[in-house]
């Protein structure tokens, strides 16, 4: 109960971080060209506002990292992620670490690891992590500032409706944000793409198969 | 002479031959007709319909609808808007080829079930070439390959589209919002247009559509997601029941990997021209000079 309403409390409201978003799109030179970019659209993945762990009866409840890092005074290593997993155990255990030669704390606050912090000393909240990953991620937050990376749902026109973008967390896991290898969905069956020959046997690297036995529909429907 | 000469005879018989032969020839169009509706085998071509025969046909279209499929749609006769000329762009350097585009164009456009059919195909390429004719659309391993990349081929919505010219009944033609549009019911399913695109970007509907009622969009104009017959073409149309009314289109929302743009090219502001003022773009094979509106793009 006293754990739940920790949660509940440690989550926060966004307003409290309005100013920094202020600044962050009038600071940006890329943003006074692309006015149709609108931080506000950017979702909150739930990641970012604690762990994920199994509630009383199974269900899926998000723990704020404040449950714990609030009342224990952590100090946080600068060898990296093994000392944690070993050590520390608990929540952080079995955490995949691959985002190049980076420690945990060029990410992560050493006096409050739940904090984030810039390059520039600023701590920031977990949720604001757009603007960390983009000190370094120029390029792709200069494309997703115009709309050419991460994708969108809603409207293209926005008179005609909002827009929903995705945040960096929702596609990259931030501690290993190489995409992930795996199975697409299955292709069609039409003249230009037939059923593949390899479709129940090794997959043939080589010559493409298009045309290749290509059931001729017109052969058998008239 | 009792009347009958030979000449009488062989004239008698040579018309009851002709008439049997006549009557035998047309059985296919009786056989035809008596599944085609009056309404619908008299209805004019969709630019000559008043708004009043556009209300009938989209109603009994809606009734035809609900007695095949058992499917309540509602479908709309939706205009292109003043000002907007539409541009869709997509990131080869972040396309993994998951399929989710064809996937979600699927499902949005009330595609035969049984076909697996979908708008887009998405080619895996050999790195080094953007030949599109070498690329395979069947793969099934896990993606992204190392060197490969992937290359989803849809309508380009050529502005000097060679389907439109090759069409001898003016059944596809250019929308003002630069869509290339299908009249279903004008179409006699002859695919020329087929055969003229140079991107394979039309499909014939070989049977009726397969699909069950609670699997239909209910979501439908007449010009583009609506069931459409046995033996008409049909194609991408930008999702135009969902982009005239401001929406992205189905295969934009459903990319993971934010690799597809789409806006208004006459909006300076639009997402859609930062890219083309601001990155390496190309169409595909250019050299055929039928102008697309659907670019490719590299990050770097």
Request: proline share 7%; hydrophobic share 35%.
């Amino acid at each position: 109960m006293m754990l739940a309403a920790v949660v509940l409390t440690a989550c926060g409201t966004r307003e409290d971080h309005g100013a920094w978003r202020e600044q962050l799109f009038q600071g940006s030179t890329d943003a006074a060209d692309a006015p149709s970019f609108q931080l506000d659209d950017v979702r909150v993945p739930d990641r970012l506002r604690g762990i994920a762990a199994a509630g009383p009866d199974g269900e899926e409840i998000r723990i704020a990292c404040d449950t714990c890092h609030g009342l224990l005074d952590v100090e946080l290593s600068r060898r990296g992620p093994e000392r944690l997993q070993s050590q520390v155990g608990g929540p952080h255990v079995g955490l995949a670490f691959e985002h190049g030669p980076l420690d945990c704390a060029h990410c992560h606050d050493a006096a409050a690891p739940h904090q984030l912090r810039t390059a520039d000393a600023r701590t920031l909240p977990t949720t604001e992590a757009i603007e960390l990953c983009s000190q370094c991620h120029g390029l792709q937050w200069r494309d997703f500032q115009h709309g050419a990376h991460g994708g969108m749902r809603g409207h293209w026109d926005r008179a005609a409706g909002p827009r929903e973008r995705n945040h960096c967390v929702d596609c990259h896991d931030p501690h290993a944000p190489a995409f992930q290898r795996y199975r697409p969905l299955p292709p069609p069956v039409d003249r230009f793409a037939p059923i593949p020959p390899h479709r129940n046997g090794p997959v043939d690297h080589g010559a493409p198969t298009r045309h290749e036995a290509a059931p001729e529909p017109s052969e058998d429907g008239s | 002479m009792n009347g009958v000469t030979r000449r009488r005879l062989l004239k008698g018989a040579g018309a009851t031959l002709g008439a049997l032969a006549f009557a035998k020839a047309v059985e296919p169009v009786l056989d035809f007709t008596s599944e085609l509706s009056g309404d619908e085998f008299l209805q004019r071509h969709y630019r000559e319909l008043s708004p009043e025969d556009m209300r009938e046909v989209l109603a009994r279209l809606e009734a035809e609808t609900k007695e095949k499929y058992g499917a309540e749609v509602t479908i709309r006769d939706i205009r292109p808007q003043e000002g907007v000329q539409f541009g869709y762009a997509l990131n080869l350097s972040l396309c993994i080829g998951c399929r989710r585009c064809a996937e979600a164009c699927h499902v949005e456009n009330n595609h035969d079930r049984k076909t697996h059919q979908s708008y887009i195909r998405v080619l895996e390429m050999q790195q080094g070439s953007i030949d599109m004719e070498h690329g395979d659309a069947t793969y099934d391993h896990p993606v992204p390959q190392p060197g490969r990349y992937y290359m989803p081929v849809q309508c380009q919505q050529c502005d000097n589209a060679p389907c439109v010219k090759v069409c001898p009944v003016e059944a596809t033609w250019k929308e003002q919002d630069g869509i290339v549009v299908v009249d279903y019911n004008w179409c006699i399913g002859c695919r020329y247009c087929e055969a003229a695109c140079p991107y394979h970007a039309r499909r014939f509907n070989w049977e009726a559509p397969e699909i069950s009622a609670e699997e239909i969009n209910p979501n439908q104009s007449y010009l583009s997601n609506r069931i459409r017959p046995q033996g008409v073409v049909e194609k991408c149309t930008f999702c135009l029941h969902r982009t005239r009314t401001g929406a992205l289109p189905a295969c934009l929302e459903a990319c993971p990997t934010g690799a597809r743009v789409f806006g208004n090219l006459l909006d300076p502001n639009s997402e859609i021209r930062w890219v083309l003022e601001n990155k390496r773009v190309f169409v595909l094979k250019e050299e055929l000079g039928a102008r697309p509106r659907f670019f490719y793009f590299f990050d770097v």
